[in-house]
């Protein structure tokens, strides 16, 4: 099977199976983490799997850094870059496909939405661009205390006053598509506009469906409005 992909906007064209092994696997969300309807992150957002709580894993794409996983009563996909595993007391993210621990292979089928996403490719190519990825990696022991790996992902938490808060609900703007999951840490690519805010020291965006306050000078995502 041969997985090509441009940007976000991606062709996924895959055929549902059997998953290759019978036993799920648990991985801990390195932090909040989206359970989207789809393995992509223009799928939209189902759920959100809390930092440092534990998913269960019922298989992943071979080709792809997405999982099908469940949380609590939330079944979809997350990406396999913010799922850890514990290989020897260390925090290994699934999309290593680490030999020690056993991961299902699992297919998915989406004509309909491929379209729509081939359609709104179209529409925003101009800006698609991706998502710097957090440092992962770290103790499991961090992970369970702190809902983060080593320390990064999900450390910068933005703490905008109520005022910043209403600008940004009354003023919405239109989405733009990178590759990769919005979490917290993620540096957004320069080329991505952003919009002023009435605390200067952040700005803001729309990327994926989800609007995120951004650090004006780093551009890393500190905040997102769920």
């Not at 179209?122 to 990696?137: F, K, N, Q, R, S």
Request: charged letters at 15%; glycine letters at 12%.
């Amino acid at each position: 099977m041969t997985f090509s992909k441009t940007g976000l906007i991606s062709a996924l064209l895959f055929s549902t199976a059997m998953p290759a092994f019978a036993q799920s696997a648990d991985a801990i969300a390195a932090t909040d983490l989206n359970v989207r309807s789809g393995p992509g992150p223009q799928y939209t957002i189902v759920g959100v799997i809390p930092g440092g709580e534990t998913a269960m894993v019922e298989g992943c794409l071979d080709e792809a850094s997405w999982c099908q996983v469940n949380f609590g009563e939330v079944s979809g996909w997350s990406s396999s870059d913010y799922l850890a595993v514990n290989v020897q007391e260390q925090a290994v993210p699934l999309t290593m496909r680490p030999a020690e621990v056993t991961v299902n292979s699992v297919t998915y089928e989406d004509v309909e939405g491929t379209k729509n996403n081939q359609r709104e490719g179209a529409a925003v190519g101009a800006t698609l661009g991706v998502l710097t990825g957090v440092a992962v990696g770290g103790p499991i022991g961090g992970i369970i205390a702190g809902g983060i790996l080593g320390g990064a992902a999900g450390s910068a938490v933005a703490e905008p006053e109520e005022e910043t808060i209403t600008y940004i609900t009354s003023n919405p703007v239109e989405t733009v598509y990178l590759d990769g999951e919005v979490v917290v840490g993620a540096g957004v690519p320069e080329t991505v506009p952003t919009f002023e805010l009435p605390q200067p020291e952040y700005r803001y965006v729309n990327i994926n469906g989800q609007t995120v306050i951004v650090d004006a000078e780093t551009n890393a995502v500190v905040r997102i409005i769920r």
